[in-house]
């Protein structure tokens, strides 16, 4: 058998494992709470929320869907186009024209060429955000957040860029399997570590201070029999006033962290209640779930790329010899920004399914469906949701249920359907 048709045997396979892990760990069983239950949560909320919510939402898509379509454009622009094979050579020429230059320095520049170009519709939906008030960073704070989060993005790029170059290089037939293994064990990586790595450039952490509501949640994981290691409190409040709490970490590392915006807006029983929800994400390991479904869907990406690259008139339009040479960066990317177009609201569908089960667990945990209503609509309220968005918006990218299906889920719970 013949490398090409290994991978393709490999890509088939790689195929069946994410449908069956999809199957299998996302709680498909939990469908959204009726319609008819959903809009009568509708209109008891105030409409003058609702109104605002929606205006808010309206006032942000043309920057939003604006720079993914500019994004995007200028993406194919440089791959399906000789224009980003160039790219990579004229800035790895003058660092002396060798593929580390080329790998490192072209694919960064490739990259950066899309953010620069959408940087703008990114300032203009911070006007946005301030405007509305929900923002409270300055232009300072706000520039700073964007280089360190160019600076982060840097790092692990050129990290990954330098690994699979030297793995094309190493291995020219069989740099699919390696580049495989090795995307999928990024992303593993990546969502263990990243978030402990990464969340101190961007806040501080202090632990929550002795008293009734830090002993009430760490007494709450106890009785979940998700072992906690501590409490702390995210110091949000210098960049927004949105809400919210996660818990992250493994074991013995695991910690809840709540935003200090959350107890400066919420009583500590609707805290609770938000971090009930973030227990039955430990609980149901959900960071596993997802960074399995992403190491599989990463793998399979690598090798259909592999397997793209035989494709002689792909490979022409973008000015490139072969797709694992440093030069064909950009058409690589061209090729993943579509696939990520396309996959979307497979991925929102199954984030949405995951975030039901852990308000069910939130629900069960507490028994307490009242302050589970009030704390969505708090956190619809104070984060500027739109509680019922449009339903082409819902189904191609909303991460969660709506606020009105929440509220219905709690309502249905205190009905005594579980
Ligand atoms: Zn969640």
């Known amino acids: 058998m013949t490398p090409r048709l290994w991978a393709a045997v490999a890509l088939g396979g790689l195929v069946v494992a994410l449908l069956v892990a999809a199957v299998l760990l996302v709680p498909w069983h939990r469908p959204p709470a009726p319609r008819a239950d959903q809009l009568d949560a509708l209109r008891d909320l105030p409409q003058e929320q609702v109104r605002k919510g929606r205006e808010f939402h309206s006032a942000l898509r043309p920057g939003s869907y604006g720079a993914m379509l500019l994004g995007l454009a200028v993406t194919l622009a440089l791959g399906l186009t000789p224009l980003g094979s160039r790219l990579v050579e004229l800035v790895g020429r003058p660092f002396g024209d060798n593929w580390v230059a080329r790998a490192v320095l072209g694919g960064l520049a490739v990259v950066l060429v899309a953010e620069i170009i959408t940087l703008p519709l990114a300032a203009w939906r911070h006007t946005i955000v301030v405007r509305y008030g929900l923002s409270t960073q300055t232009w300072a704070g706000w520039a700073v957040d964007v280089l360190k989060s160019y600076a982060v993005s840097a790092i692990i790029a050129a990290i990954a860029l330098l690994g699979f170059y030297t793995i094309t290089r190493l291995a020219p037939r069989w740099w699919w399997a390696f580049g495989a293994a090795g995307a999928a064990a990024l992303v593993v990586l990546l969502s263990f570590i990243l978030p402990v790595l990464v969340e101190p450039v961007f806040n501080k952490f202090t632990p929550m201070e002795q008293g009734p509501l830090r002993t009430e949640l760490m007494s709450l994981a106890q009785r979940d029999g998700v ?24 074991g013995p590392t695991r910690r809840i962290v709540v935003y200090d915006t959350l107890l400066r807006e919420a009583p500590p029983e609707e805290v609770t209640s938000v971090v009930a929800h973030e227990l039955g994400h430990a609980k149901d390991r959900d960071v596993f779930t997802g960074s399995l479904l992403g190491a599989l869907g990463a793998a399979a990406a690598v090798v259909a790329l592999y397997l793209l690259g035989g494709w ?13 040479e440093p030069r064909a960066l950009a058409l690589m990317l061209a090729v993943v920004s ?9 991925q929102s569908l199954v984030s949405r399914r995951v975030e039901a089960r852990a308000d069910a667990h ?12 009030s704390m969505q609509r708090r956190l619809s309220t104070v984060n500027l949701g739109d509680p019922d968005p449009p ?28």
Request: hydrophobic letters at 45%.
């Open 227 to 250: 072992p906690v290691k501590d409490v702390l409190v995210a110091d949000a409040s210098r960049r927004t006033r949105a809400v919210n709490a996660y818990v992250s970490g493994l």
């Open 312 to 324: 002689g008139w792909l490979l022409r339009t973008a000015g490139v010899d072969s797709i694992g």
């Open 338 to 346: 579509l696939a990520g177009i396309v996959a979307a609201p497979a």
């Open 362 to 373: 939130a629900l069960e945990l507490t028994g307490d469906p009242g302050t589970f209503e």
């Open 391 to 418: 339903r082409w918006e819902y189904l191609y990218s909303a991460s969660h249920p709506s606020t009105v299906e929440r509220m219905a889920a709690a309502r249905a719970y205190a009905r005594g359907e579980r």
